[in-house]
């Protein structure tokens, strides 16, 4: 009997048919969104599940699904995950990393450019009609060519993001992260270690690539945006949570920092109302990752794990 998996989102049609070549499937291709009791229900007898990052997979699930035997998570970040509880009890987990850093680490960039020249800010104001003369100040914002990028969390995409900024846009890299990169990688990055209170203090760019833990939860709050340059600008392509949102919206009216960049947020969809009503900040519905062809080899690597495990007992990026 072939494997039974569930496909808990919508997928590219593609990657739904190769899934069925391989196992009977039950799929979500009107995207619906199912409360944890529903994807309990939906689990039963299923062997494997595809999921995004809005399925959260923890022991209450496990223990209500004894047939499941892998989660591939179609998102390098796996914090909708319990990693520990999946290892105890037995069930395999994947992400997708390395296929989306490259994509990921322009937008990071893309958010950054945005942010410094306050790109949505002046589009609001002439899609408003009020651009009715040019002025010497006018949306005048900092510069990010030979300022320093700051890099908190520097896997993958905080390295791609480096290279970037030190070979493309000549800034000084500066990066913390629970342990240093080698040398010939530190070199190739063009970055230096810092403190995190250094990171905060000589930041001129401040980005988020750090995986979301309960280490991490508000790991930039008032207290660190107070440590800030006050022309600085913070840009968050990690997970929401790691910004304590409502300080942010606070220290952003006060300008207690210049901007901010968010593609991810606390609760999201849901936004923190306040974002809402100040000008200084560019905000963008997490889609760091989101080219087609991006998504597709996220896609395919999500698919390629659960046809791995699940027929020849070997996943291609495990986490466990
Ligand atoms: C997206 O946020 C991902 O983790 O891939």
New binding site residues.
């Given amino acids: 009997m072939r494997p039974h998996v569930l496909i808990a989102r919508a997928v590219f049609p593609q990657i739904l048919t190769l899934l069925e070549q391989h196992f009977e499937v039950t799929s979500n291709q009107d995207d619906e969104l199912w409360t944890p009791a529903q994807l309990i229900e939906k689990l039963q007898g299923k062997q494997g599940v595809f999921t995004t ?1 809005s399925q959260r997979i923890d022991a209450t699930v496990l223990g209500s699904c004894p047939d499941l035997k892998i989660c591939a998570n179609m ?3 796996y914090n909708n995950f319990d990693l520990e509880a999946m290892t105890t009890a037995g069930v395999k987990a994947t992400n ?1 990393p390395d296929v ?1 850093t490259e994509t990921t680490a322009d937008f990071g960039f893309a958010l950054i450019m945005a942010t410094a020249r306050r790109m949505a800010e002046s589009e609001r104001f002439l899609r408003a009609g009020l651009w009715n003369r040019w002025r010497y100040d006018m949306f005048a914002g900092s510069d990010v060519h030979g300022s320093t990028l700051g890099i908190l969390g520097m896997g993958r995409i905080g390295q791609a993001i480096a290279r970037r900024g030190a070979h493309g846009f000549g800034m000084k890299v500066i990066y913390h992260n629970r342990s240093r990169l080698d040398a010939p990688t530190e070199a190739a990055c063009g970055a230096t270690l810092v403190s995190k209170q250094e990171l905060l203090q000589q930041s001129d760019h401040l980005i988020l690539v750090l995986p979301y833990t309960p280490e991490s939860h508000h790991a930039i709050g008032a207290a660190e945006l107070a440590q800030m340059k006050p022309t600085a600008t913070l840009i968050n392509i990690a997970r929401g949570g790691i910004v304590d949102d409502a300080a942010l919206a606070l220290a952003l009216k006060n300008g207690v920092i210049a901007a901010a960049g968010l593609d991810v947020f606390e609760g999201e969809p849901a936004l923190h109302p306040d974002l809402l009503t100040v000008p200084n900040v560019v905000l963008t519905p ?1 889609i ?2 989101a080219t087609l062809p991006t998504r597709l080899a996220m896609a395919q690597l999500a698919a390629d794990n659960l046809i791995g495990f699940l027929l020849h007992g070997k996943a291609v990026t495990a986490l466990n």
């Fill in positions: 990052g998102a390098v970040g997708t989306l997490h760091a990752s």
